[in-house]
């Protein structure tokens, strides 16, 4: 084996342990290959799944290195794998049985056994983001198989259909292409947004519309589209404490709801930044305390010469302001740069809040 396969083997085993725990602590596995550890679920992700959905029998139509599947199946009293590469469908089949999984594995493609299949309880698809000549796609239609296409035998065949797509995908284009869809999960983990989940079945969802809910190892908020629209926001200059909304929050769109719910004040409409005199416990986020509010030819930001810095609806890039302030990365300081809701541009001057952090008013000129 030369030493550059042996190099790769040596990173795929490591990101499988940090991705993968149960599988890369079992002997006798098989990896995957650099694609198809980077296209699978985690462990964690696939743990939650898992607690979506329960049953008789479940169909995984787009199988992969098997991840979902393995821990999906426990729910459930049969499960089909199906998968249309031999290798990926052998290694899956492999793998299950060392992990204890009974699980029956089918080498064909997805639409061939979706369209001889008898109903099952639930229809899991993670379909592919890539085209034919590898490349990242991100619109719904254009991934394989055709879930937009196959949409009406999907839904033929089972009670429920749980679709995994990508973070990048369009939510609203989602839920328009499946308006069947009764709930929605934006799936996050360590503060990234890493999935969107469709959790669809027979007709329109309770009240018309989905419930949206954000999930990094705990829900962290739930909400309809129409408490997004109907929400009502103060918008107002920063305050003693402000406040980052998780990545699953941004994704989800809860940008006027997020605000309504915790009753904070938001900077602008576009910012996305929120803001308290007083500390608000258990906003999903991150929470900081406003020492300054500075504009951007401040003097004294030169004088930092270290800070984290984060840019939200600002005309300027981390790179070039860390260029024009002559600023390391690092430090107790954070430097979030952003639009007020009079259009002004300011770079606020925070640091992180635990329990013994005091804050006050900070002055915005």
């Not at 599988?23 to 979506?52: H, M, N, R, V």
């Not at 990545?247 to 576009?270: I, R, V």
């Amino acid at each position: 084996m030369s030493s550059l396969l042996r190099q790769m083997e040596d990173r795929i085993r490591q990101r499988m342990a940090r991705k993968l725990p149960t599988w890369a602590q079992t002997d006798g596995i098989l990896p995957p290959s650099s694609l198809a550890l980077e296209q699978c679920s985690s462990e964690t992700t696939a743990q939650f799944k898992a607690s979506l959905v329960s049953g008789g029998r479940l169909v995984d139509l787009t199988g992969g290195y098997g991840v979902d599947c393995c821990l999906m199946s426990r729910r459930f009293h049969h499960t089909d794998y199906v998968e249309r590469q031999p290798d990926l469908a052998e290694t899956a089949r492999h793998n299950f049985a060392l992990l204890g999984a009974s699980i029956q594995v089918h080498n064909t493609d997805a639409e061939s056994f979706l369209n001889a299949m008898e109903p099952a309880d639930c229809i899991y698809m993670d379909p592919a983001r890539r085209n034919t000549h590898g490349s990242k796609v991100v619109s719904l239609t254009e991934c394989t198989p055709d879930v937009v296409r196959l949409h009406d035998l999907l839904l033929e065949r089972c009670d429920t259909l749980l679709l995994k797509l990508s973070p990048a995908h369009d939510l609203a284009e989602a839920l328009r292409l499946y308006p069947e869809t009764q709930a929605v999960y934006v799936v996050g983990a360590q503060g990234e947004c890493k999935e969107l989940l469709l959790l669809a079945g027979p007709g329109v969802p309770e009240g018309g519309e989905p419930l949206i809910r954000c999930w990094d190892g705990r829900e962290l908020l739930a909400f309809r589209p129409s408490d997004e629209r109907n929400a009502v926001v103060r918008y107002t200059a920063p305050e003693a404490y402000l406040y980052e909304p998780d990545a699953t929050l941004l994704k989800a769109g809860a940008f006027k709801y997020t605000a309504q719910h915790y009753g904070l004040g938001k900077l602008h409409p576009n910012s996305h930044l929120y803001t308290s005199a007083e500390r608000i416990e258990g906003f999903p986020g991150r929470t900081f305390a406003v020492r300054q509010c500075l504009k951007t030819h401040d003097k004294a930001l030169k004088a930092l010469g270290k800070a984290n810095l984060t840019v939200r609806n600002f005309p300027a890039s981390v790179a070039d302001l860390r260029k024009k302030w002559k600023l390391a990365d690092g430090g107790p300081l954070y430097l979030l740069a952003t639009t007020l809701a009079d259009g002004s541009h300011r770079i606020l001057v925070c640091e992180k809040t635990g329990p013994e952090t005091e804050a006050t008013q900070p002055g915005c000129g």
